[in-house]
Nanobody
Framework: QVQLVESGGGLVQAGGSLRLSCAAS????????MAWFRQTPGKGREFVAA????????YYADSVKGRFTISRDNTKNTVDLQMNSLNPEDTAVYYC????????????????WGQGTQVTVSS
């Protein structure tokens, strides 16, 4: 059974930082592109960042580029999202997702999802 479990969300003031983590189990982690998406009420899931299997190639939404950093540890089956210079527009539920072999930005093509973790940024 595949499980993706996120942690690290919470409440932070504007300008602050948070680090999200996602632990994967039941999946050959090294075969999957890992990504973070976020969702606010009434909207679809928005691509935030992704990292290829080798941990070298990364991709970011323009809205987070230069502020967020995605990383992975294939020995621990984890993927992290370091979020700096947070602003209220970053408030959302953040989801970890896994896609077999290929990088895509379309959430509909991802194979597995975590349950989400709430990030709230106060002004």
């Amino acid at each position: 059974q595949v499980q993706l479990v996120e942690s690290g969300g919470g409440l932070v003031q504007a300008g602050g930082s948070l680090r999200l983590s996602c632990a994967a189990s039941g999946v050959a982690f090294g075969n999957y592109v890992m990504a973070w998406f976020r969702q606010t009420p009434g909207k679809g899931r928005e691509f935030v960042a992704a990292i290829r299997r080798n941990g070298v190639s990364t991709y970011y939404a323009d809205s987070v580029k230069g502020r967020f950093t995605i990383s992975r540890d294939n020995t621990k089956n984890t993927v992290d999202l370091q979020m700096n210079s947070l602003n209220p527009e970053d408030t959302a539920v953040y989801y970890c997702a896994a896609n077999y072999l290929q990088f895509v930005r379309d959430s509909r093509q991802y194979d597995y999802w975590g349950q989400g973790t709430q990030v709230t940024v106060s002004s």
